[in-house]
């Protein structure tokens, strides 16, 4: 767009595609050459990878907005930026989405067989795995997406097969037996962060335990999973429970089964919870399991990974091959025919389901792959503790210590066939398993060439957890992994503290003897209006490109950017989007007038204005830059975009572009060059400090101040000058306080503000010599046809007041208002207030209400009762000033 042809009304559907091809059709992305005499000279972020499958949310919306935000400010620093970009292959989330393809077609992936199977995947994700990316470069993103990396690729691959080796040789990975999450649909042990916990109806069922000595009588049992009884080990009762000290060590008999089990004592049981007796299943429960370990309990399997009934001896015949729920029914109801049930009582429970299938999830003895995890962990929590690593905010370090300091090895293995297969063969003719770097041509302990590979995957998370140094070339020393790792912040939220934060820290500080980051911004969670979690069922969903598409991406980003606070969650309206839509059409609306009134003036950093109101818009925005910077240094996004929305709408363009009309307007020629070369500066200055959070409309305005050829993109921040005339600042200020109390006058007592009125002004000579040096500008915003001078102590008869610092602003109202309609107006408008704020301190005093409504209801209440007391106490003010002119 060449000067002096920016269009009327900014549209946002059509700068913001042409400055996006700009930037993507060029290397303003890419990281400078490292600098050898700079050796602080580079800044990194690594994108949290996206799922392949994924399509952008708020949430997505949110934490890429303050990615680039920082990013951008660095660039803009001159630093040479990483903004590393990827996305996560997503093992079970993807294989999910191609196996309902395959539904669709009437076939399952056993049917094609593994590599056929891959082979659709990979087909699927070169066709429809990168809406995402698309999606993130539509919202602004400057990745270097020339760099872009996935997680299943070839290189990656490479270093996730040389940590697991690693890993395997030091004995930190091992292979073992255990209780696993077993997803039944899925058919794949998934992580106990991959959990789901919610509360459920269901039943617990009493059930009758006969003495095997006298089968007259009998122990009663209570359990919400009946079916499994047929795994019972044992029933266990506390130590110290009188009522069950002489049945320790005696043995039951297993309902349906004949079969014999032992009373055990064990401090687990809760004497005072259902009848103090409980059975003990440890192939299918986690508590049992510990209580099967300490007693050393066979661990007896009766499901089969479908979650029906296994076919073996622990299992009678008829319920062999039910379905689990199935089984639950006729177990149920064979024990009420034998007289075994003693009662069923409605229970509400917390059920696991797994996250992605929502199948309840079974506790599965299984063999699968660990890492030996704390010997991993205790560096990594050292690195906190002694601040290499910082969380912001800092009280997300004790959530992180918690699991740190308790944590529990990792199942790495998945049973899946869409991931990174696990580098281990096992042998046919012996026991050995061969775990390499490359594939083996024969067994790595009897020779043989009978070797198959595992069939199972890594857990996604295992390769995500190195994605800072893999990303960057690891392990080959590469120039990007000496210039930009350990990078300097990761961006996430609150809710991957333990998927992944905690998996990188401890795998980077193993395998580079380095942290992967020193900040770790842990961002709040979006919410809708109401501080409702936003969900499709629920109805309350905000699309981020549905928002993008109407109000725009700037309007978005700085949205989003203006509501994080550290630590709260978002409550996100769109009519917040909205009203900084009307902020980037202010911003547009100040540059165009800029732009039609330059005349031959260019911006010029370096000018020395003589006006003391150029002297004071350089200063301000001097001063707002030290404020972002500070902001942006401490992680205060919404310090940074409220100082540059008071400074941009307020300062500049209510105040200044007003005040420089004076000089544009005016006849002295040497005023209305420098105030056309200050306009230019100053609006220079603030689009290179809003380019962060609102890249489009800053890099369409520079592109119109400097040239078609000009990117913001790539050029310096604003660098604040330290020699500014404070003298010139305070009689700007003085003007602005004087300007501000008389249109506060005006519209307190509805006077027209087009209206040109008569103004007296009381106070010392010295005021009154600053005031006067600017007396033109201030009659000229305050619209003012005549302004009078008195002494201090003066007193204008009939005539609003409005007290200042130093000085008082007396308006005679005479002829300007009608006083006694005047007060009739007022006074309706208090008598409505009086009752508005009646009604909410009848609320707000009611224990009920206080109690009883959510707490965001009882903010707003509280909120609207001191705006309205605010308003009354400004209507009466003007009240009392009508009374004086009676």
Known sequence: MSQHELAKTYDPQAVEPAINDQWLNSDAFRPKTASSDQPDDSYCIVIPPPNVTGSLHMGHAFTFTIQDTLIRWQRLKGKSTLWQPGTDHAGIATQMVVERLLDKEGVHRRDLGRDRFLDRVWEWKEHSGGTIVNQLKRLGASCDWSRERFTLDEGLSDAVREVFVRLYEEGLIYRGKRLVNWDPVLETAVSDLEVAHDEEQGHFWHMCYPHADDPA??????????ETMFGDAAVAVHPDDERYKALIGKELILPLTGRTIPVIADEYVDPAFG?????ITPAHDFNDYEVGKRHNLPLINILTPQAHMLDCEFVPQKFRGMERYEAREHVVADLDAEGLLYKVEEHTHQVGRGDRSHAVLEPFLTDQWYVSIKPL?????????????????????????????????????????????????????CDHITVSRETP?????CGSAAIHQDEDVLDTWFSSGLWPFSTLGWPEKTPELEQFYPTNVLVTGFDIIFFWVARMI??????????????????????????????KSKGNVIDPLEMSSKYGADALRFTLAHMATPGRDVKLDESRIESNRNFMNKIWNAARFVFMNRGSAVADASVRPQLDVNRWILAELDGVAVEVDRALVEYRFN??????????????????VEAAKVSLYGDDEAAKVETQTVMLTALEGWLKLLHPICPFITETLWQELHGADARLVTASWHTPREDHDMDAMQRMRRVIEVVTAIRSIRGEMNVNPGKRIEAVIACDASVQQALQAEER????????????????????????????????????????????????????????????????????????????????????????LAEAKAKQSE????????????
């Open 217 to 226: 009588q009998h122990v009663i049992v209570a359990t919400t999973r009946p």
């Open 441 to 445: 041509e024969c067994c790595g302990g």
């Open 777 to 864: 500008l201030l009659m000229n915003l305050a619209r003012l046809e005549s302004l009078n001078w008195i002494a201090a102590d003066g007193e204008v008869d009939g005539a609003a007041v409005a007290p200042l610092a130093d000085a008082r602003v007396y308006l005679p109202l005479a002829g300007l208002v009608d006083v006694a309609e005047e007060m009739a107006r007022l006074g309706k408008n208090i008598a409505r207030l009086e009752k508005d704020i009646a009604m909410r301190e009848g609320k707000l005093g009611n224990a009920k209400f206080r109690d009883n409504a959510p707490a965001d209801v009882v903010a707003k209440v509280q909120e609207e």
């Open 639 to 656: 310090e940074a975009a409220g100082s540059l929305y008071n400074f941009i709408w307020g300062t500049y363009c209510d105040w200044y």
């Open 506 to 535: 401890m795998m980077g500080m193993k395998f580079t003897g380095q942290v992967p980051f020193r900040d770790i911004y842990i961002h709040a969670l979006i919410r809708d209006a109401q501080g409702q979690k936003m969900s």
């Open 377 to 429: 962990a205790e560096p990594a929590i050292r690195a906190v503790e002694e601040g290499e690593i910082r969380f912001v905010p800092q009280f997300w370090e004790k959530t992180y210590f918690e699991w740190m300091r308790n944590i529990q090895d990792w199942c790495i293995s998945r049973q899946l066939w869409w991931g990174h297969r696990i580098p281990a063969w096992y042998c046919g003719a």
């Open 275 to 279: 009848t103090g007796c409980v059975k």
């Open 875 to 886: 209507m009466l003010a003007g009240m009392e000033r009508l009374r004086a002119l009676v």
